[in-house]
């Protein structure tokens, strides 16, 4: 059974430093994986979604890295903002539906 | 914005009663899944309809239950509600392996 884990469960900057969402996974036997906010008791935003034959995909200040053969991704954020102060989850997909093996998610504190 | 409707906000039921809770996908998307996001915990799978056959199941019990209409909108079916069953749901959509989107989430709370 895949499992999903994060580190760390939270963390709290002050604004403006880069900083390393961790999340590794179990069976690298995947098909794709994506990260999600969420904003404290809302529906999830996707962010970021990397394709099992990719290594890595930017979007604006984020940037998250695949590597399947150890069973890790990352998600960098660039220059945080108190904007960027959400839950980060990271998902991933076994197969070419909707089913999704999440992590607890990362509480991000980015403080002004 | 994803497109991805779900309705009602809130809800709050008596243990024992049975809820409806509904979800709009976006438009084209085939595939639609549901998930029960505890407090605290990250999203876990409940089931998925592609094409209005469910076609993947997690550890539910059967009176979790669900339906896909030809406009690939969908219903997540409670019925003799538990206090864990308390949470927020969330429904996705997508077409096949394209990138997922999630609405904006239910809050049942079951007292």
């Known amino acids: 059974k895949q499992e999903v884990t994060q580190i760390p469960a939270a963390l709290s900057v002050p604004e403006g430093e880069n900083l390393v969402l961790n999340c590794s996974f179990t069976d690298s036997a995947i098909y794709n994986l994506q990260w999600f906010r969420q904003d404290p008791g809302k529906g999830l935003t996707s962010l970021l979604l990397?394709?099992?034959?990719?290594r890595e995909q930017t979007s604006g200040r984020l940037n998250a890295s695949l590597d399947k053969s150890s069973g890790r991704s990352t998600l960098y954020i660039a220059a945080s903002q108190p904007g960027d102060s959400a839950t980060y989850l990271c998902a991933v997909r076994r197969d070419n539906f909707n089913k999704f093996y999440f992590g607890s998610g990362t509480k991000l504190n980015v403080k002004p | 914005e994803t497109g991805v409707t779900q309705s009602p906000t809130h809800l709050i039921k008596t243990r024992g009663q049975q809820v409806t809770l509904r979800c709009s996908s976006q438009?084209?998307?085939?595939?639609v899944s549901w998930y029960q996001q505890a407090l605290g915990q990250g999203p876990q799978f409940i089931f998925q309809?592609?094409?209005?056959?469910?076609?993947g199941r997690g550890n539910f019990p059967p009176r979790f239950s669900g339906l896909q209409f030809p406009n690939y909108s969908s219903e997540l079916n409670v019925n003799a509600l538990e206090l864990d069953d308390s949470a927020l749901y969330l429904c996705?959509?997508?077409?096949?392996?394209?990138?997922?989107?999630f609405g904006q989430g239910t809050r049942l709370t079951v007292v």
């Open positions: 990397i394709q099992s034959s990719q």
């Open positions: 996705a959509s997508s077409l096949m392996d394209t990138e997922a989107f």
């Open positions: 309809y592609y094409r209005e056959e469910e076609n």
């Open positions: 438009s084209g998307h085939n595939t």
